[in-house]
């Protein structure tokens, strides 16, 4: 009756100790199929889903930055197969910026002293927009304060240019309600100036600006000679406004016959920059970045305003952020973390190998003490084995069954502490399991 429980036992345990094993590959087959999951997933996201649209806001149409967007696009088109660039038509730097922080584009051009907000990062400097006032040569005007009086056609009310103008304004404490001010576009305002209606125009504007060569052409046809009125104290409204700067007009800018200007003019410039949202991936912004510095001579044969596009000087501290896509590009040719790095690295990856190979070896030296291990109580299966061979008597069977209970105990428990392995615990249990078989048969055959 013992015998038969104990055999139960040592059944059950067996039973046990085959479904934890069934388990374990039960477990490793899930992590295979997770990782296989994985892979396959990951190679889903990065498929390729063709070029990236990346729609910028340009400003006004024909205006200088409409016409430089336009020529990026034109230039991206034909030296990236990653991205495509998409020119929006806007009013001015406060829409452009509206449009970006609602999504409706995903990057804008813009003046360097528009308010923005913490979501929006630079990609380049583009060029710089000149403070010019412009008057006719008999005109009793020399200087900003000269306006008081006068007729002055500025930008229409709420534009950047507006803006300018009662900036200067407000330097050289000029009186509202003592300039005969008027709004209205240049293109109109070119127009009053050249006919008389008005004494001076006011714009800001790069030099290279369409319809501001238009007027010196138009103006020397009708050989009706202007003249450059000097802002003499950018340098202190550059103090007041930082994101101004202090530029100059080379003598004979617009034309040398009769120079205009015809003296080396110092006015006011403000930088038109290229900027996007934090939010719009790396690599788009990156490649953009990359055409636009490394396809200049391109983009310069197009337009000649393109060879003032340059990288923002981080060394002077940047009013936005860099975008990380252009940061990236822009830090091309520095040194890694890794070459920076490459002794301390080296060093570390010496001794991790050291220690890999240490833990192999001891892990080695592991599996062949659980080997020796499990091979000592398979001998004592078979000294059993033998013993019953030789057996004459019911009692030397009876015992045997007890060392044979006792070694399985034995090998469970070392099992449990991982003295043994599951491989060596299965071959184990079938010579067990044989040699119990043989116990039985021995005792039938000394009973009878």
Known sequence: MSEAVESSNTKKRIANQTRKTGYKYLSWMLVLFLIGSAVIGYFYLMRDEGPTTLRIASGPYQSDSYELIKEIADVVERHSDDIIVEVVVSKDSSNNISLLNRGVVDLATIRSDTPVVSNVRMVADLFPDYFQLITRSESLIYKPNDLIGKKVAIA??????????????????????????????????????????????????????????????????KNLPLRYISLDQAAAISIKRPFLQVGHLPKGTFSGKAPIPNAH?????????????????????????????????????????????????????????????????????????????????????????????SLLALRSRFVST???????????????????????????????????????????????????????????????????????????????
């Open 265 to 357: 003019t110092i006015t006011t410039t403000v930088q038109r920059v290229l900027v996007t949202r934090d939010d719009l991936e790396d690599e788009p912004i990156r490649e953009l970045t990359r055409i636009l510095f490394e396809n200049r001579l391109d983009l310069i044969i197009r337009f000649a305003l393109a060879s003032a596009i340059k990288a923002p000087k981080s060394e002077e501290g940047l009013a936005i952020a860099l975008h990380p896509g252009s940061e990236q590009y822009f830090n091309r040719d520095q040194p890694s973390f890794i070459q920076e790095n490459a002794e301390p690295l080296a060093l570390m990856v010496t001794v991790f190998a050291m220690l890999f190979s």
């Open 370 to 448: 659980q080997k020796d291990r499990m091979d000592s109580y398979n001998y004592v299966l078979l000294d059993i084995a033998e013993k019953a061979n030789n057996a004459t008597d019911y009692s030397e069977i009876k015992q045997l069954k007890m060392t044979l209970f006792e070694t399985l105990e034995k090998v469970v428990r070392a099992l449990d502490t991982d003295e043994v392995t599951e491989e060596g615990f299965q071959t184990f249990s079938f010579l067990w399991e044989s040699v119990r078989v043989m116990l039985v048969e021995r005792e039938k055959e000394i009973s009878n």
């Open 156 to 221: 229409n009310f709420g534009t950047d240019e507006f803006r300018s103008f009662w900036v200067l304004g407000d330097h050289y404490d000029l009186p509202i309600n003592g300039i005969k001010w008027r709004t209205m576009p240049f293109r109109q305002a070119k127009n009053a100036l050249l006919s008389g209606e008005v004494d001076a125009v006011f714009t800001v504007r790069s030099l290279r600006d369409r319809v501001l060569l238009n007027l010196f052409e138009d103006a020397e046809l």
